[in-house]
């Protein structure tokens, strides 16, 4: 086929495309408008069970693969370069895994792994031997080998993290790991346990066993997801944390100690997610969800979901750690939707792209000032949450795995 039939072929389909209300997903335009950087990203949940790749050129994203299990919830994907893709069903006690080949957009099964329900979460050991899975259903830490040349999934251990659970009937009725993070130096995960109000220290050379548990103040925050600082560090010196129940992010001295528990936390400061201008409408309802830290350090960002406004949004922070409370609110974009759930930057920190489980669009691109690191107010691409499923049921993960030069 030749590029002008190509592309004139795609441009129907983009036409068709808006008219269902998607702003910018399909036909890969890249390939008619010349050279042009594509970025490859990953987008997991909904629920007809999909996970999706697409291509984004700068200007649009293009759904290139699809590979759906009905009844199934992917809300987190981790890949391993270069072609295995390992992902949760928060509604069952199965892992998944897929060859997954970036250069032609194939998905196919491999693996189904029983492990603990609702895992939400998984991360390699700094090796990706290791896979560590956060079972927020079950109260449980599944600890799997993945060092097969294929990747297949072994599991090692369940870990039951226990504790009291904290005070907000439904919410924290029980022990509900949300996060098992790798620290920098690769030794300890840390999980931060909603249910709990707890952040627990695994060590990697002790068995994978509980070696530390750090009470996290006030009594029904829900600690949700967190970030290890200095960005490429070889250790860390300190912590911030989205405590989803309470809207809060925490910023925490951290030490590595001499004696068995590996990790110390001191709690330095504790600010609300929300800005002045974007005050959520519904308090009680506002859950803080995603947090990064950009590249450079200077920058950190959360998404505010279940607001009660018309749409959600997400916060930019700046950082200064020369200050007793290195934290401050610089700014908020609405997140294009409601629920935005999880977001990431791009490589390059140019971009960041979001999800949203409801509203109007599920699926967004940001583009990011370098030097404020403000994000653009309205997005530079955007697909209708229609394309992707029902109302209230649209993507929890998207991320990055990829950048590659296309010619036309």
């Given at each position: 086929?030749?590029?002008?039939?190509?592309?004139?072929?795609?441009?129907?389909?983009?036409?068709?495309?808006?008219?269902?209300?998607?702003?910018?997903?399909?036909?890969?335009?890249?390939?008619?408008?010349?050279?042009?950087?594509?970025?490859?990203?990953?987008?997991?949940?909904?629920?007809?069970?999909?996970?999706?790749?697409?291509?984004?050129?700068?200007?649009?994203?293009?759904?290139?693969?699809?590979?759906?299990?009905?009844?199934?919830?992917?809300?987190?994907?981790?890949?391993?370069?270069?072609?295995?893709?390992?992902?949760?069903?928060?509604?069952?006690?199965?892992?998944?895994?897929?060859?997954?080949?970036?250069?032609?957009?194939?998905?196919?099964?491999?693996?189904?792994?029983?492990?603990?329900?609702?895992?939400?979460?998984?991360?390699?050991?700094?090796?990706?031997?290791?896979?560590?899975?956060?079972?927020?259903?079950?109260?449980?830490?599944?600890?799997?080998?993945?060092?097969?040349?294929?990747?297949?999934?072994?599991?090692?251990?369940?870990?039951?993290?226990?504790?009291?659970?904290?005070?907000?009937?439904?919410?924290?009725?029980?022990?509900?790991?949300?996060?098992?993070?790798?620290?920098?130096?690769?030794?300890?995960?840390?999980?931060?346990?909603?249910?709990?109000?707890?952040?627990?220290?695994?060590?990697?050379?002790?068995?994978?066993?509980?070696t530390n548990?750090?009470?996290?103040?006030?009594?029904?925050?829900?600690p949700r997801?967190?970030?290890?600082?200095?960005?490429?560090?070889?250790?860390?010196?300190?912590?911030?944390?989205?405590?989803?129940?309470?809207?809060?992010?925490?910023?925490?001295?951290?030490?590595?100690?001499?004696?068995?528990?590996?990790?110390?936390?001191?709690?330095?400061?504790?600010?609300?997610?929300?800005?002045?201008?974007?005050?959520?409408?519904?308090?009680?309802?506002?859950?803080?969800?995603?947090?990064?830290?950009?590249?450079?350090?200077?920058?950190?960002?959360?998404?505010?979901?279940?607001?009660?406004?018309?749409?959600?949004?997400?916060?930019?922070?700046?950082?200064?750690?020369?200050?007793?409370?290195?934290?401050?609110?610089?700014?908020?974009?609405?997140?294009?939707?409601?629920?935005?759930?999880?977001?990431?930057?791009?490589?390059?920190?140019?971009?960041?792209?979001?999800?949203?489980?409801?509203?109007?669009?599920g699926l967004?691109?940001?583009?990011?000032?370098?030097?404020?690191?403000?994000?653009?107010?309205?997005?530079?691409?955007?697909?209708?949450?229609?394309?992707?499923?029902?109302?209230?049921?649209?993507?929890?993960?998207?991320?990055?795995?990829?950048?590659?030069?296309?010619?036309?």
């Amino acid at each position: 086929m030749s590029s002008d039939m190509r592309c004139s072929q795609q441009e129907a389909v983009v036409k068709k495309v808006t008219a269902l209300g998607a702003t910018a997903i399909a036909g890969n335009r890249s390939e008619c408008a010349g050279d042009a950087d594509v970025n490859k990203v990953l987008i997991g949940g909904g629920p007809s069970g999909t996970i999706s790749v697409a291509d984004f050129n700068g200007s649009s994203f293009n759904i290139v693969a699809n590979n759906t299990v009905a009844g199934t919830s992917a809300s987190w994907l981790l890949f391993k370069e270069p072609n295995l893709l390992y992902a949760v069903d928060e509604n069952s006690n199965t892992t998944r895994l897929f060859n997954f080949d970036p250069d032609i957009n194939e998905l196919g099964l491999v693996q189904n792994a029983t492990g603990s329900s609702g895992v939400v979460f998984l991360e390699f050991n700094k090796e990706k031997t290791v896979m560590v899975g956060a079972g927020y259903g079950e109260g449980t830490v599944d600890v799997w080998d993945v060092s097969a040349r294929n990747g297949a999934m072994k599991l090692l251990k369940s870990i039951t993290v226990g504790g009291t659970p904290g005070p907000v009937s439904g919410r924290q009725d029980s022990p509900h790991p949300h996060q098992a993070l790798l620290d920098p130096s690769g030794r300890f995960f840390v999980v931060n346990d909603l249910g709990t109000d707890t952040i627990l220290i695994i060590d990697s050379k002790a068995d994978f066993d509980i070696t530390n548990r750090i009470t996290v103040k006030p009594a029904g925050n829900g600690p949700r997801h967190g970030t290890f600082y200095p960005p490429g560090a070889h250790k860390a010196t300190h912590y911030f944390l989205a405590s989803e129940i309470a809207s809060l992010i925490k910023a925490f001295e951290l030490t590595y100690t001499d004696n068995d528990k590996g990790l110390e936390f001191k709690e330095i400061q504790s600010i609300s997610t929300f800005g002045d201008d974007f005050p959520p409408a519904d308090p009680t309802t506002a859950s803080a969800g995603e947090l990064v830290i950009s590249a450079d350090g200077k920058h950190l960002y959360v998404s505010n979901r279940l607001t009660g406004n018309d749409t959600d949004s997400i916060s930019h922070f700046s950082i200064d750690m020369g200050k007793d409370e290195p934290l401050d609110f610089v700014d908020q974009i609405s997140s294009g939707g409601v629920q935005p759930r999880m977001f990431s930057l791009a490589a390059d920190d140019s971009l960041l792209f979001s999800t949203n489980q409801d509203g109007d669009d599920g699926l967004l691109a940001f583009t990011r000032d370098a030097h404020t690191g403000s994000l653009a107010e309205k997005p530079v691409a955007s697909v209708s949450l229609e394309v992707f499923g029902a109302p209230s049921f649209g993507p929890q993960y998207v991320k990055e795995v990829g950048t590659k030069r296309r010619k036309s």
